[in-house]
């Protein structure tokens, strides 16, 4: 699929063979009541005073030629979250492709955008947070440069827009979903953002990524101007409870039969961040209700 050449990794070539040049994109801070409205529309007058990252360079069908299609990516953030605005320019805007999934399912026939995080800026692992036109959402985290955890699940928003000229995305990340190191002083993190279109079987980045240099976060480019970025507090708490009611088809003149079986339970997951490294996570009365039992097997 389209949305899988972004995880690639490909031929490795010899450093002397590399003279990428590092892009750079500066980020914006707002305050609390400048931060922009998650509507998908980046109709906020804010998002005007953001530098735009341009000129993406395609992985295929063409490496390393411009992208078809012009995409602007924009990026602020305040004291609790990063922002991103994605505005993705389309000669043909009837027929931007826009499939409607379940969370994280990247099959099927879809255009997509994508913002990859390197908060720790070690050129290894990235946040990666994905959204299609109709709002379907995926998170990805990568390791090892090239490898990837889709069971990684984020607390985060964004909401999508289309019109005349293409499709918005708008992207809320709170900055508790990442991992980095807090101060006051300046930091530099990386960044880059990739789009797919679907009917052109074409994948594009703004920091190049292209199939004959080996590497994905490796690759990313810079965001810059962060700082007095302050480690907020991780706690995630997610209760659930659950009822449900049994019947059975029974013989009525035996005392131990029950047509109706009623049952309760109650529960909850908690995730704590002790360390920007380290996360506690415990579970207090866990669900097995979605859990398939083994098959039985007689040797």
Same mark, same amino acid.
């Given at each position: 699929m389209v949305t899988h050449l972004l995880l690639l990794g490909s031929t490795l070539l010899s450093p002397a063979q590399d003279t990428t040049v590092i892009r750079g994109l500066n980020a914006v801070r707002v305050t609390a009541d400048q931060a922009p409205t998650l509507d998908g529309r980046l109709d906020d007058a804010i998002w005007a005073t953001a530098p735009? =990252?341009?000129?993406?360079?395609?992985?295929?069908?063409?490496?390393?030629?411009? =992208?078809?299609?012009?995409?602007?990516?924009?990026?602020?953030?305040?004291?609790?979250?990063?922002?991103?605005? $994605?505005? $993705?320019y389309d000669t043909q805007p009837d027929s931007i492709a826009a499939q409607l999934t379940r969370r994280d399912v990247s099959s099927g026939y879809s255009d997509w955008v994508h913002v990859g995080i390197d908060s720790r800026h070690d050129r290894r692992t990235a946040f990666r947070f994905a959204v299609n036109p109709r709002g379907v959402k995926q998170d990805v985290f990568h390791f090892d440069d090239t490898n990837e955890d889709r069971s990684w699940d984020a607390v985060w928003d964004v909401a999508t827009a289309t019109d005349s000229l293409g499709w918005t995305a708008e992207f809320r990340i709170p900055l508790s979903q990442l991992r980095f190191s807090p101060g006051?002083?300046?930091?530099t993190w990386g960044i880059n953002f990739a789009r797919d279109i679907a009917r052109r079987g074409e994948t594009s980045f703004w920091?190049?990524?292209?199939?004959?240099?080996?590497?994905?976060?490796?690759?990313?480019?810079?965001?810059?101007?962060?700082s007095g970025l302050s480690s907020p507090r991780r706690l995630e708490l997610q209760p659930y409870?659950?009822?449900r009611l049994s019947? =059975?088809?029974?013989?009525?003149?035996?005392?131990?039969?029950?047509q109706n079986d009623p049952g309760a339970s109650v529960g909850a997951d908690l995730k704590y961040g002790i360390t920007s490294d380290f996360t506690l996570t415990a579970t207090v009365n866990p669900d097995f209700g979605q859990v398939e039992a083994d098959p039985a097997q007689v040797n």
């Open positions: 735009a =990252a341009t000129e993406f360079v395609q992985r295929g069908p063409d490496p390393g030629r411009p =992208a078809t299609q012009r995409t602007e990516a924009r990026v602020l953030y305040d004291n609790s979250a990063i922002y991103v605005g $994605m505005r $993705m006051a002083g300046p930091q920091a190049p990524t292209l199939p004959s240099v080996n590497g994905l976060v490796s690759r990313f480019g810079e965001l810059r101007g962060l409870s659950l009822a019947r =059975a088809p029974g013989d009525e003149g035996n005392p131990f039969y029950r």
